[in-house]
């Protein structure tokens, strides 16, 4: 049998060499054959795939390769190994792959050169070996299209949200087939569709240099953050560690980690296996409860997410959908405020930036996630998720106070922090303490370890900053939080604007929280009456209102009144628009914290005997000249929000559905824009007067 390879040439690049895996296709009977003979699936002498993110399109090419069938397997027969137990090919034949990508306007760019050509996004040097698989990720596409599919003999064997993973067929070649199918079903009007790839990610190395213990608390100024209110964390805030797993039996970690789940084995604790210490050493750096080795955010919750695991050779093993699924699951299961994500992926893929962008808009209440990212450690431009524009991307500064390259001072010429045009900033990482997997695996026989390196120890530093500003101001919008941390980032020597290898500087915690402490004492000064008083606003003129703390409404219109929720519903009093009140003690603190996610929960105020109910609809009469400034204020309101215009008049909705988010819209409004009439609309219960 012939070995194919799969091959894009750049003009004048380095072509990447990547592994292509066939995985056998579970056994199928009367296989549906295609309706037409024009919708058969021609083998081509090329194979494309386009990347939405990027707008990017990637060329395949085959041709036949002399030599043995699977030329890899004796090559690195570990590695080969655990991705065939891992998808279960165990005897399948593997072929050997070459891809580049497309010289697109899209593509990196090396914005250190003065030169505009595009540079490859993937390269030897990036250390990232990439897999095709059989499998191929559909998003946002109608049923027509998975109709189409099915009918070609794809078979759906996962779904995440507005995605489908599907498999196909187990023809003569399946891996070219899925390249095929995906292809059709951008045709037929699918808004994504790539093969599912499987990464073979090189592991970062340890420090060899030698650093005071905790020098990078010092440098970022944690000792005065701790002395803030709120300085250390709130448990209530999330961090979702998404790499290798979390030792949450550590003593040092076990307290903080609330939510665990396994990615890549299915099993529901993240506890990683052998020696694979990464995402613990993260952990540590941001919420480690160890007195002698204290996280930056010791007082905050952590979930982990094991979305990689060792393949024995010094190389991670990540499925891109499985990928995606866990961020989905951080944000919209266990409630992540922030994402810690110190790995790379190489060349973009669109199923992964889509979970990360929806985190970002739609997590936290419509708040939004705050997404932290590493650069990478090969001195060459950014990777994949860090040339997205959204998350806040992380390089290394050193002991010296000065970003991190092979030829700094600091002992350790074998690697250097990655550049480009969407570097954030740089934050300590470089011989990091933290937790070491307790017991006698992971890096040392002991808890802790002086060594963690690399601009994956970077990235913690910068996710735990901003889980402590939600935590001094849990109303800051990730926008918000983010541009707090680029603008109080110390600038570093010589440096005096942002630069593509520099970022806006080093990350400067401290700083950081006194300004989100300004802010939440100003929110709580405008604000206080929401909270305490209840006073909101009413065309324009404030009108004080008592809080009702002894009962809450719940609206059940929006969703299925099951479980607990069916229980108190019938002992509530059932008002119009599917509104109940309820006792709010007889509500349970889980399905109270339930009920604020669903954006169930509205207000309950008594005003002169009067039980009013704050909806989650504000109105604004919007006059001459005010319609931009309106709307202006509504892009900048503290939560986001969906407006519908109907003549002079417009309707704002909180995205959340919450009537405490709708104060809060009013309130922003009125404070930004006097001129416009602005009514929270509220639901009035009046008692029926003795006849």
Same mark, same amino acid.
């Given at each position: 049998?012939?070995v194919?390879?799969?091959?894009l040439?750049?003009?004048?690049?380095?072509?990447?060499?990547v592994?292509?895996?066939?995985?056998?296709?579970?056994?199928?009977?009367?296989?549906?054959?295609?309706?037409?003979?024009?919708?058969k699936?021609?083998?081509?002498?090329?194979?494309?795939?386009?990347?939405?993110?990027?707008a990017?399109?990637?060329?395949?090419?085959?041709?036949?390769?002399p030599?043995?069938?699977?030329?890899m397997r004796?090559r690195?027969?570990?590695?080969?190994?655990?991705?065939?137990?891992r998808?279960h090919?165990?005897?399948?034949?593997?072929?050997?792959?070459?891809?580049?990508?497309?010289?697109?306007?899209?593509?990196?760019?090396?914005?250190?050169?003065?030169?505009?050509?595009?540079?490859?996004l993937?390269?030897?040097?990036?250390?990232?070996?990439?897999?095709?698989?059989?499998?191929?990720?559909?998003?946002?596409?109608?049923?027509?299209?998975?109709?189409?599919?099915?009918?070609r003999?794809?078979?759906a064997?996962?779904?995440?949200?507005?995605?489908?993973?599907?498999?196909?067929?187990?023809?003569?070649d399946?891996?070219?087939?899925?390249?095929?199918l995906?292809?059709?079903?951008r045709?037929?009007?699918?808004?994504?569709?790539?093969?599912?790839?499987?990464?073979?990610?090189?592991?970062?190395?340890?420090?060899?240099?030698?650093?005071?213990?905790?020098?990078?608390?010092?440098?970022?100024?944690?000792?005065?953050?701790?002395r803030?209110?709120?300085?250390?964390?709130?448990?209530?805030?999330?961090?979702?560690?998404?790499?290798?797993?979390?030792?949450d039996?550590?003593?040092?970690l076990?307290?903080?980690?609330?939510?665990?789940?396994?990615?890549?084995?299915?099993?529901?604790?993240?506890?990683p296996?052998?020696?694979?210490?990464?995402?613990?050493?993260c952990?540590?750096?941001?919420?480690?409860?160890?007195?002698? &080795? %204290?996280?930056?955010?010791?007082n905050?919750? +952590?979930?982990? *997410? !094991?979305?990689?695991?060792?393949? =024995?050779? $010094?190389?991670?093993?990540?499925?891109?959908?499985?990928t995606?699924?866990?961020?989905?699951?951080?944000?919209k299961?266990?409630?992540?405020?922030v994402?810690?994500?110190?790995?790379?992926?190489? &060349? %973009?893929?669109d199923v992964?930036?889509?979970? +990360?962008?929806? *985190? !970002?808009?739609?997590?936290?209440? =419509?708040? $939004?996630?705050?997404?932290?990212?590493?650069?990478g450690?090969?001195?060459?431009?950014?990777q994949?998720?860090?040339?997205?524009?959204?998350?806040l991307?992380?390089?290394?500064?050193?002991?010296?106070?000065?970003?991190?390259?092979?030829?700094?001072?600091?002992?350790?010429?074998?690697?250097?922090?990655?550049? =480009?045009?969407?570097?954030?900033?740089?934050?300590?990482?470089?011989?990091?303490?933290?937790?070491?997997?307790?017991?006698?695996?992971?890096?040392t026989?002991?808890?802790?370890?002086?060594?963690?390196?690399?601009?994956?120890?970077?990235?913690?530093?910068?996710?735990?900053?901003?889980?402590?500003?939600?935590?001094?101001?849990?109303?800051?919008?990730?926008?918000?939080?983010?541009?707090i941390v680029?603008?109080?980032?110390?600038?570093?020597?010589?440096?005096?604007?942002?630069?593509?290898?520099?970022?806006?500087?080093?990350?400067?915690?401290h700083?950081?929280?006194?300004?989100?402490?300004?802010?939440?004492?100003?929110?709580?000064?405008?604000n206080?009456t929401?909270?305490r008083?209840?006073?909101?606003?009413?065309?324009?003129?404030?009108?004080?209102?008592?809080?009702?703390?002894?009962?809450?409404a719940?609206?059940?219109?929006?969703?299925?009144?099951?479980?607990?929720?069916?229980?108190?519903?019938?002992g509530?009093r059932?008002?119009?628009?599917?509104i109940?009140?309820?006792?709010?003690?007889?509500?349970?603190?889980?399905?109270?914290?339930?009920?604020?996610?669903?954006?169930?929960?509205?207000?309950?105020?008594?005003?002169?005997?009067?039980?009013?109910?704050a909806?989650?609809?504000?109105?604004?009469?919007?006059?001459?000249?005010?319609?931009?400034?309106?709307?202006?204020?509504?892009?900048?309101?503290?939560?986001?929000?969906?407006t519908?215009?109907s003549?002079?008049?417009?309707?704002?909705?909180?995205?959340?559905?919450?009537?405490?988010?709708?104060?809060?819209?009013?309130?922003?409004?009125v404070?930004?824009?006097?001129?416009?009439?602005?009514?929270?609309?509220?639901?009035?219960?009046?008692s029926?007067?003795?006849?």
């Amino acid at each position: 049998m012939a070995v194919k390879t799969l091959e894009l040439e750049e003009a004048g690049e380095e072509v990447t060499r990547v592994t292509t895996v066939r995985r056998m296709a579970p056994r199928r009977v009367n296989m549906p054959t295609p309706a037409r003979q024009t919708d058969k699936l021609v083998q081509p002498t090329k194979l494309t795939y386009h990347d939405a993110t990027t707008a990017m399109q990637v060329e395949v090419a085959l041709r036949a390769l002399p030599g043995p069938l699977d030329p890899m397997r004796a090559r690195d027969p570990r590695t080969l190994s655990v991705i065939a137990t891992r998808f279960h090919m165990r005897d399948a034949p593997l072929r050997e792959v070459t891809i580049a990508a497309a010289p697109l306007e899209a593509a990196t760019r090396d914005m250190s050169s003065t030169s505009n050509t595009s540079r490859p996004l993937h390269s030897r040097a990036s250390m990232v070996r990439i897999f095709a698989t059989d499998a191929f990720a559909v998003g946002h596409a109608k049923r027509e299209v998975a109709r189409s599919l099915t009918d070609r003999g794809a078979v759906a064997i996962s779904e995440r949200g507005a995605w489908t993973l599907y498999l196909a067929p187990p023809d003569h070649d399946p891996v070219v087939t899925a390249f095929q199918l995906a292809h059709l079903a951008r045709v037929r009007g699918a808004l994504n569709a790539h093969p599912n790839f499987i990464r073979l990610v090189r592991r970062p190395t340890n420090a060899v240099a030698t650093l005071p213990r905790l020098w990078n608390h010092a440098m970022i100024g944690v000792a005065d953050t701790h002395r803030l209110r709120h300085g250390r964390g709130r448990r209530a805030i999330r961090v979702a560690i998404l790499d290798e797993g979390v030792d949450d039996q550590h003593p040092a970690l076990a307290a903080a980690v609330v939510a665990s789940r396994d990615f890549i084995d299915g099993a529901h604790s993240a506890m990683p296996s052998g020696n694979d210490a990464h995402g613990t050493a993260c952990a540590g750096v941001i919420a480690s409860r160890d007195r002698s &080795i %204290p996280g930056i955010a010791p007082n905050v919750s +952590l979930v982990a *997410a !094991r979305i990689a695991k060792d393949d =024995g050779a $010094g190389n991670w093993v990540m499925d891109d959908f499985q990928t995606a699924d866990a961020i989905e699951w951080c944000w919209k299961v266990a409630r992540a405020d922030v994402l810690s994500c110190s790995w790379r992926l190489g &060349i %973009p893929i669109d199923v992964v930036a889509d979970a +990360l962008n929806d *985190a !970002r808009a739609r997590g936290r209440r =419509g708040k $939004g996630v705050i997404v932290v990212v590493a650069a990478g450690n090969d001195e060459g431009p950014i990777q994949f998720p860090g040339t997205l524009s959204g998350p806040l991307v992380v390089g290394a500064s050193n002991g010296n106070d000065e970003r991190k390259t092979r030829s700094s001072k600091d002992g350790e010429p074998h690697w250097g922090s990655s550049h =480009g045009p969407t570097l954030s900033l740089l934050a300590p990482g470089i011989a990091i303490a933290t937790t070491d997997i307790s017991g006698a695996r992971g890096h040392t026989s002991a808890d802790f370890h002086d060594s963690f390196n690399g601009t994956s120890s970077a990235t913690p530093h910068v996710a735990a900053a901003a889980a402590i500003l939600v935590s001094i101001a849990p109303t800051l919008t990730e926008t918000q939080v983010k541009r707090i941390v680029l603008r109080t980032a110390r600038k570093l020597r010589k440096q005096v604007r942002w630069t593509p290898t520099e970022g806006h500087g080093r990350l400067d915690l401290h700083a950081a929280a006194l300004q989100a402490s300004t802010a939440a004492a100003r929110k709580r000064k405008k604000n206080a009456t929401l909270a305490r008083a209840g006073k909101t606003y009413s065309n324009g003129d404030r009108r004080p209102l008592t809080r009702d703390s002894t009962r809450v409404a719940v609206n059940i219109a929006v969703r299925p009144v099951v479980g607990e929720l069916s229980a108190l519903v019938e002992g509530g009093r059932p008002l119009a628009e599917g509104i109940v009140l309820v006792d709010r003690k007889r509500i349970p603190p889980r399905l109270m914290e339930q009920l604020l996610e669903n954006g169930q929960v509205l207000p309950v105020f008594v005003d002169r005997g009067t039980t009013i109910i704050a909806m989650p609809e504000v109105r604004v009469a919007v006059g001459k000249g005010e319609r931009s400034s309106v709307f202006k204020a509504i892009a900048r309101a503290p939560v986001a929000a969906v407006t519908e215009e109907s003549g002079d008049k417009l309707v704002v909705r909180p995205a959340s559905g919450s009537g405490y988010d709708a104060l809060r819209i009013a309130n922003h409004l009125v404070e930004s824009s006097p001129g416009p009439r602005v009514a929270q609309r509220f639901l009035r219960v009046v008692s029926r007067p003795e006849s």
